[in-house]
């Protein structure tokens, strides 16, 4: 079997680091699988690219000017809301001819356009795609918050200036999503099955076909490493209990870095002594803005690309807070799980499929900090550390290993095939 994993880019963001271990995954239990990305960043040779032109930056850009014009030229949201109005057609190329599968991953910013989409479906192969967030199941949003207007139709959105209208461009891009799927059929796959609940609420997804998969992870890469030796790799104090913030854009206001501040401060409040032996190490870009705002000493590391690296950073520390307001399935609870490092989260989205109150972290109440402070108290200094490490890799071993991860997908796949070929 040929499977064609179409994603934006090859490395840069959760969705396609989870492609890309997919693929390595595959590919390591006989399937034969490549990804064709347009941001292509190393020299793999299961990863083709798009042929480079002015088209794919045009793409991109008028994208992203049609959407600042329906903003009233304010930048606010500008990278909340995708319309797919612009796209390669990817069906002329050599990896989509040879495929008998075609894997769309997240294909937004100018990679595919609806038009595009639609030429896939009629080309009679089997489409899987899978969903990192709730795009392909609502109209122009990746995260909808507090609004449900795609378990019905969209419109009204509050994305848009003034929260649009019964009109607007949320509501065309429903109607037009609507009218390719309404003659197609595709297998969607969530990464988590909080994400799973929702899109089977959604109206524009009526009559598809949804499963969970998780993403894999390489166990190989992340793994428990000496501590001592982590720090000494990553540059980071040898002296004090670090605790680890990561996020691609440290400042994204999901990430939940303003409940993250006001839980620190709130600790060392209370127990000043914390000062003298923690410390916050934080990944990511703009990591230097989340550091001046703390009142531990702080190391920012800037962003990493590089898994090695990235491993060393986790083993250097003793536990990892992800406060996300929503998220689907986040690949750094799983790396950091995978190296044996206890993690805090808020209760939301895909976490508290992964962290298992009490047993190898801490479920925090939603947006509360001083519940997030506590379970980041309780990690660091009331809980058997050792017997949370243990667990934490326990999990990752049973649920996300490449092997356990592959056998779902294969599965998933060979559903397609029969759903095309017999119109199930």
């Known amino acids: 079997m040929r499977v064609l994993i179409v994603n934006t880019s090859e490395n840069t963001g959760g969705a396609a680091v989870a492609a890309n271990r997919l693929k390595e995954a595959l590919n390591n239990n006989g399937i034969k699988a490549k990804m064709l990305v347009r941001d292509k960043e190393s020299d793999d040779i299961t990863v083709a690219q798009l042929n480079k032109s ?28 995708d319309i797919a109005n612009a796209g390669t057609d990817i069906t ?39 969903m990192h967030d709730l795009w392909p199941a609502s109209s122009i949003c990746h995260y909808a918050r507090n609004c449900r207007n795609y378990e019905k139709q ?49 109206g ?68 000043p002594e914390m000062k003298d032996n923690c410390g916050i190490a934080i990944l990511g870009g703009k990591a230097e803005e989340l550091a001046d705002k703390l009142p531990l000493p702080s190391y920012p590391l800037g962003y990493v690309s590089e898994e090695k690296k990235i491993a060393s950073i986790y083993n250097s520390v003793n536990l990892f807070v992800l406060p996300s307001l929503e998220d689907n399935l986040p690949n750094t609870i799983m790396e950091a799980m995978a190296c044996g490092v206890p993690c805090v989260g808020f209760n939301t989205g895909g976490i508290p499929e992964m962290i298992d109150h009490l047993k190898n972290g801490y479920v925090a109440e ?9 379970g980041i108290r309780w990690v660091l200094s009331e809980a058997d550390h050792q017997s949370l490490s243990n667990e934490a890799m326990k999990k990752v071993n049973q649920c996300y290993s490449q092997y356990a991860v592959a056998m779902k997908y294969i599965e998933a796949y060979n559903q397609a095939m029969a759903l095309k070929r017999y119109k199930l």
């Open 54 to 81: 002015w088209h794919q930056k045009w793409d991109f850009l008028w994208e992203r000017f049609v959407i600042y014009m329906r903003l009233h030229f304010k930048r606010d949201n500008l990278f909340l809301i």
């Open 92 to 130: 002329k190329t050599r990896e989509f001819k040879e495929a008998d599968v075609i894997h769309l991953s997240w294909i937004n910013q100018g990679m595919l356009s609806l038009k595009g989409i639609r030429k896939i479906l009629e080309s009679h192969k089997p489409v899987v795609w899978t």
């Open 366 to 374: 939603y947006k509360s900090s001083d519940d997030l402070a506590k």
């Open 204 to 271: 524009l997804l009526s009559g598809q076909k949804i499963i969970s998969i998780p993403n894999p992870i390489d166990s190989r890469v992340f793994t428990k490493e000496n501590r001592a030796e982590a720090r000494l790799h990553a540059g980071l104090p040898e002296d004090k209990k670090l605790i680890l913030f990561v996020s691609q854009r440290v400042t994204d206001k999901r990430k939940g870095m303003d409940y993250f501040i006001t839980a620190i401060n709130k600790m060392v409040e209370e127990h």
């Open 154 to 202: 969209c419109g009204n959105c509050p994305l848009l200036p003034g929260n649009g209208s019964c009109n607007d461009l949320s509501a065309r891009i429903w109607k037009k999503k609507s009218k390719i799927l309404e003659r197609n059929s595709i297998l969607f796959v969530t990464c988590s099955k909080w994400l799973a609940d929702k899109a089977k609420k959604s």
